[in-house]
């Protein structure tokens, strides 16, 4: 009985410390990462709506993002894809392809002195634009492209 | 239970360079198998990564992320003989974490 009652008191305790922490501005929202996956837009089918569903529908083209990809990729299994993002104060980078049956390939949040740079492998089907978002710290999408040809696709396995 | 990842992590000047590669399929779900049966879906959702108890990168994965994935980051703020956590969880629910430390 005690011992339950120790325990509900010590839940409620945390709670409301976050809760606290929050309030104080010690922990921002902005910074506290988010966790649930955002199956909507990684389900989505075509470009613009799983732009729209990561909150980047009108996102600004922006020569401050990079991607770095080959112009032409032999291996559409493995295609290496670095994005770096100089806009200041970026704390999220996407990465789409768009003639991909599911254009979202990967959304990072960047958090605690990481900057905003990710390398990666993408899959590609067919010669397709590869589009990145990035996300500021004051709520602004911008975006950047880049068209890697790809010469056998990556989607047979 | 997945293959340990490989984590490679190093000072380059005052920034940590963290790579690190998973053992997974990354089925997509729209491969068939020999006998013409569709593969079903088998993918990394969810990555995570600490350094020296923060949590500095978080990520969403997609079906479209290459077998083995390989992602590398660059994190500032950190040290040599800082701890590196790396987390991933897959769409069955299996998952994987490994940890590393900070080289010079």
Redesign the interface.
């Known amino acids: 009985m005690d011992a339950l009652r120790r325990t509900l008191l010590k839940g409620a305790g945390a709670t409301g410390a976050i809760a606290a922490a929050v309030a104080a501005g010690v922990l921002k929202p902005s910074q506290v990462l988010a966790s649930e996956y955002n199956r909507t837009a990684f389900e989505a089918k075509d470009l613009a709506s799983a732009l729209r569903n990561i909150g980047a529908g009108s996102a600004t083209d922006s020569n401050a993002i990079v991607i770095k990809a080959p112009d032409i990729a032999e291996n559409g299994a493995v295609v290496p894809v670095d994005v770096v993002s100089n806009l200041p104060n970026t704390i999220s980078i996407a990465v789409l392809v768009d003639k991909n049956p599911l254009p979202l390939s990967g959304a990072f949040d960047f958090a605690n002195g990481a900057l905003p740079d990710v390398a990666l492998r993408l899959k590609m089907g067919q010669t397709s634009i590869v589009e990145a978002v990035a996300k500021t710290a004051d709520g602004k999408y911008y975006k950047a492209k880049k068209e890697v040809k790809v010469t056998v696709g990556g989607c047979g396995g | 239970m997945a293959d340990p990842m490989k984590v490679r992590a190093q000072m380059k000047g005052d ?1 940590a360079e963290i ?1 690190v590669l998973m053992s997974h399929p ?1 089925e ?1 779900g ?2 068939k198998d020999n006998a013409g049966n569709t ?1 079903p879906a088998h993918y990394i ?2 990555i995570t ?1 600490d ?1 020296g108890g ?14 083995n ?10 040290k040599v003989g800082d701890k590196v956590v790396i987390n991933w969880v897959d769409n069955k629910g299996d998952k994987r974490t490994d940890e590393a430390m900070i080289g010079a």
């Open positions: 920034t790579r990354m997509t729209q491969r593969v959702q969810s990564i350094v923060k949590r500095v990168i978080q990520g969403q994965t997609a079906t479209s992320i290459s077998r994935p390989v992602f590398g980051f660059r994190v500032k703020g950190v």
